[in-house]
């Protein structure tokens, strides 16, 4: 098999050829794009899209579960806000997202009443394969004489692994230091983004949810998703 692509190339051509790809990307993506001309939104589909047929609005005006949002601890507030992006540098407002339905509205019990309906279904080692899963990510902030360093250095590899034994970070250490670059900008904005929506957690509005785990987080928008 012939060496991957990825392990041949020169560090410096690597990063000039990463960069070119990563502009173009994020040219077609913003473009000449501002607030004031934001690009229309993909349309809902299946599910969303039976959602989006429903009223976002409060079910009667100021109920106090409409004023609830998510308080995130400052400290991690404090801590993401210092991790600056390395490529993409574009104000938090080019991201147009659509606005969170109210807490009361007859969208957000739709969403509540298919979770209950996922959780009637769920079996006990679906939760324990959710569970095993649910540790997997990377965090930017580890470096390298961190004792979690090498850990979080291969989940970057995760979801690719059937590609080959070759795929892993000590072999291809010049992608692995792109991946971790891309994925400190998308949490850069994607963090500062649930900062600014700070939705709460279904469970907040409905206690016979019983989640797996309690993120520290807002809900919306999805970090997996993102």
């Excluded at 899209?49 to 579960?65: F, G, Q, S, Y």
């Excluded at 147009?96 to 807490?103: G, I, K, M, S, V």
């Excluded at 959780?119 to 095993?132: D, F, I, K, S, V």
């Amino acid at each position: 098999m012939n060496a991957p692509i990825c392990s041949t190339l020169s560090v410096a051509k690597f990063k000039t050829i990463a960069v070119i790809c990563l502009l173009a990307f994020v040219t077609e993506a913003v473009g000449k794009r501002d607030a004031r001309n934001p690009r229309p939104l993909a349309p809902s589909r299946g599910h969303y899209a039976k959602l989006a047929t429903l009223d976002p609005k409060p079910e009667a005006p100021n109920l106090p579960i409409d004023w609830k949002r998510f308080e995130t601890a400052p400290s991690f507030v404090k801590k993401v806000e210092a991790i600056e992006p390395d490529f993409v540098r574009v104000p938090l407002d080019i991201f147009t997202l659509p606005p969170c339905p109210a807490n009361s509205s007859p969208q957000t019990r739709a969403e509540i009443d298919y979770l209950l309906r996922l959780q009637a279904h769920r079996t006990e080692a679906e939760g324990e394969r959710a569970l095993y899963f649910a540790p997997w990510g990377y965090s930017s902030s580890v470096k390298r004489d961190n004792p979690e360093f090498e850990s979080q250095q291969r989940n970057l590899f995760y979801v690719g692994r059937s590609i080959g034994s070759w795929f892993n970070p000590k072999d291809l250490p010049v992608t692995a230091e792109l991946l971790g670059r891309v994925w400190r900008d998308a949490s850069h904005y994607m963090w500062r983004l649930k900062f600014k929506h700070a939705r709460i957690r279904p469970y907040t509005i409905d206690a016979s949810l019983k989640n797996l785990e309690s993120p520290s987080w807002a809900a919306f928008p999805s970090g997996h998703a993102s």
